[in-house]
């Protein structure tokens, strides 16, 4: 059943939130802590566990696998709403401070990237 | 005219699926004939929304860009945070735990790297603009991080709302920029595998611009930086009102 499928997809982004929201109150933030990527952890461990493989495989995968093809498609209307009127009106000063973080994290990628591939080789020569 | 908004207003989020469907189809034509598919068609279809976005916002003055005409309302429930996270989480469908864990510690590094490195740069612009008031530096800087972490800051502080505005306004260029700029540097970046992707996800956090980023550059990278990138603004957050405010006060 396609509904087990979206059901248990459902079930993971609400817990997740909760989660995120639970945290945001416990660390005092006016923002949800990681609801999202918690949420997607408890689909990664719910379609990698034995327990789960009803809702997972079968018609009931295809109910979570349409979701995740209709993505590109949800991103270009989110596209669509944005307040791009307001980007540009904030004046030079917004731009500027944009564009800078944006080119500074960038350049900070491949950096970082290795930390973590430099860490991984280091476990495996222990 | 009544009739077909009737239908269009009662149907919003079908006539949604239709427009986004048709605009994609353009994109990917364009993306095959024009560019023979060097740039992404996705790409394009992202770059035609926030054109539209753009004139939709021109249009009618509203903050939500084409969702504020009204025959395209749909628009709105469609690209909104509901489905747009509930999309997110169901690409992690098919990741492999052991790739979110090779990537884990350099993930947790990148989202602290992120959140105070675009920090300091929006804070040191502020600073070279001018202004001199800890409050309105470390709003601005906190807008570079996000546009929500920047009003999240902002008023915490007690930050007057131009500064605030101000603060969307750099959160805003930065997730744009991102959501267009992503594709055409992610080769010399070297975002081509899950690890960087999560590292990618943790240092840009702008949760609307990688995963648009990272849509138009290789859908398979979406998830493993979806991952890092929502736990940057809940970090933005808290560090923004406290510990980076703290710092800008006994610097200035």
């Given amino acids: 059943m396609i509904i087990y499928g ?59 696998q349409f979701w995740s093809a209709m993505y590109i498609p949800i991103v ?51 | 005219m009544e009739i077909l908004e009737t239908v269009f207003v009662r149907n919003s989020l079908v006539v949604a699926f239709a427009v986004v469907g048709l605009t994609i189809w353009i994109s990917y034509f364009l993306a ?12 394009i279809a992202i770059a035609l929304g926030l054109l539209a976005a753009y004139f939709g916002g021109k249009a009618t003055g509203g903050s939500a860009g084409v969702a504020d005409i009204t025959l395209l309302g749909g628009i709105g429930l469609m690209g909104g945070g509901m489905m747009r996270d509930f999309a997110i989480v169901a690409t992690a469908f098919g990741v ?21 490195v675009s920090f300091v740069v929006g804070a040191v612009v502020a600073v070279l603009y001018g202004y001199t008031d800890p409050v309105a530096v470390t709003t601005i800087g906190a807008g570079a991080v996000t546009y929500i972490v920047g009003p999240v800051t902002g008023s915490a502080l007690g930050a007057d709302s ?58 398979k990278l979406v998830p493993y930086g979806a991952m890092t990138a929502t736990f940057y603004t809940g970090v933005g957050c808290l560090l923004g009102p406290s510990i980076l405010f703290f710092i800008v006060n006994a610097i200035l």
């Avoid at chain 1, 990664?44 to 034995?50: A, G």
């Avoid at chain 2, 095959?32 to 790409?43: C, E």
């Avoid at chain 2, 999560?198 to 290789?218: E, I, K, N, P, Q």
């Fill in chain 2, 32 to 43: 095959n004939k024009l560019t023979k598919g060097r740039i992404h068609g996705s790409a």
């Fill in chain 2, 96 to 116: 492999k735990l052991s790739e979110l864990k090779k990537a884990g510690l350099a993930g947790v590094v990148s989202i602290f790297a992120g959140v105070i």
């Fill in chain 1, 6 to 64: 979206v059901a248990l997809l459902s079930a993971c982004l609400i817990l997740g939130m909760l989660i995120g929201e639970a945290l945001g109150v416990a660390l005092g933030v006016q923002a949800n802590v990681g609801g999202v990527g918690i949420a997607m952890l408890f689909l990664v461990l719910s379609s990698n566990s034995d327990k789960f493989k009803a809702l997972v495989e079968g018609a009931s995968g295809t109910g979570i």
């Fill in chain 2, 162 to 219: 131009d500064i605030i505005a101000l603060s969307v306004a750099a959160g805003l260029i930065k997730s744009i920029l991102v959501m267009i700029g992503t594709p055409l540097v992610a080769k010399t970046i070297g975002l081509n595998n899950p690890q960087s992707a999560m590292v990618f996800g943790g240092l840009m956090g702008t949760t609307s611009g990688v995963a648009a980023g990272l849509a138009a550059t290789d859908p």
């Fill in chain 1, 76 to 126: 270009v209307a989110m596209a669509a709403r944005q307040n791009v009127v307001a980007a540009f009106e904030g004046g030079m000063l917004a731009v500027v401070a944009g564009v800078a973080a944006v080119l500074v994290s960038f350049a900070l990628v491949p950096v970082i990237s290795k930390i973590g591939n430099s860490d991984t080789s280091s476990q495996e020569s222990q």
